[in-house]
């Protein structure tokens, strides 16, 4: 049995759900349906940024061996104005840590893609929101094609801004929307399980 942890913040950990409504929990549905001997781990933590998930990183690579690591982490970066250089530098440690307990490892990375209006709308200026936003794309390109990463390009696509989607505060997802974003989730993490089984 090999593990995936999926490591992030309240978009990870399900917030307003019940835990088996969370991503991990739907992922582990699909890994049961197709017979794949794959554990999916919820460490997610509402409120993360990159620098405070570097603080309890030690503690979740102790908990079990790390197989699969999806790192879905920087939103809260982006909604707090931290600069996304800073971010960059988080992630791209968060990584080499994991790297280095697990040399093995396959590194997923899931970005989020945030419309300007949204930005705004939560009090960023439009011109600042427009070029953070690109920045802040840009940071999770980046480190993909450091680390040779697949990457989830939109963690949110199709319900990002949808209401009958999302919960009232309009950033996290409900049941009906997680079940989307499991699915965005599985496009890119399946052929990556299926090809475990040939090599």
């Known amino acids: 049995?090999?593990?995936?942890?999926?490591?992030?913040?309240?978009?990870?950990?399900g917030y307003?759900?019940?835990?088996?409504?969370?991503?991990?929990a739907l992922i582990q549905q699909k890994i049961d349906k197709?017979?794949?001997?794959?554990?999916?781990?919820?460490?997610?933590?509402?409120?993360d940024t990159t620098h405070s998930a570097i603080m309890r990183l030690p503690n979740v690579l102790q908990q079990q061996e790390v197989d699969?690591?999806?790192?879905?982490l920087g939103i809260n970066d982006?909604?707090?104005?931290?600069?996304?250089?800073?971010?960059?530098?988080?992630?791209?440690?968060?990584?080499?840590?994991t790297k280095a307990q697990y040399p093995n490892v396959m590194i997923v990375m899931a970005k989020v893609k945030i419309p300007i209006e949204l930005l705004i709308g939560f009090g960023?200026?439009?011109?600042?929101?427009?070029?953070?936003?690109?920045?802040?794309?840009?940071?999770?390109?980046?480190?993909?094609?450091?680390?040779?990463s697949p990457l989830i390009t939109s963690l949110l696509e199709g319900v990002i801004g949808e209401v009958h989607l999302n919960l009232a505060d309009r950033l996290h997802p409900n049941a009906q929307g997680y079940e989307l974003v499991a699915d965005t989730i599985w496009q890119t993490i399946y052929p990556i399980l299926r090809q475990s089984y040939t090599n």
């Not at 049995?1 to 950990?13: A, P, Q, R």
């Not at 982006?78 to 840590?97: C, D, S, V, Y």
């Not at 960023?124 to 040779?148: C, L």
């Open 68 to 72: 699969i690591f999806v790192l879905a």
């Open 124 to 148: 960023m200026m439009g011109q600042i929101a427009a070029q953070y936003a690109v920045q802040y794309q840009k940071v999770y390109e980046n480190i993909a094609k450091k680390y040779n």
């Open 78 to 97: 982006l909604f707090r104005g931290i600069a996304p250089q800073k971010m960059e530098q988080n992630l791209t440690q968060i990584i080499e840590r």
């Open 34 to 47: 197709y017979g794949l001997l794959y554990t999916a781990i919820n460490a997610g933590v509402n409120g």
């Open 16 to 24: 307003g759900l019940q835990s088996s409504q969370a991503p991990p």
């Open 1 to 13: 049995m090999k593990n995936i942890v999926f490591f992030g913040d309240s978009l990870t950990e």
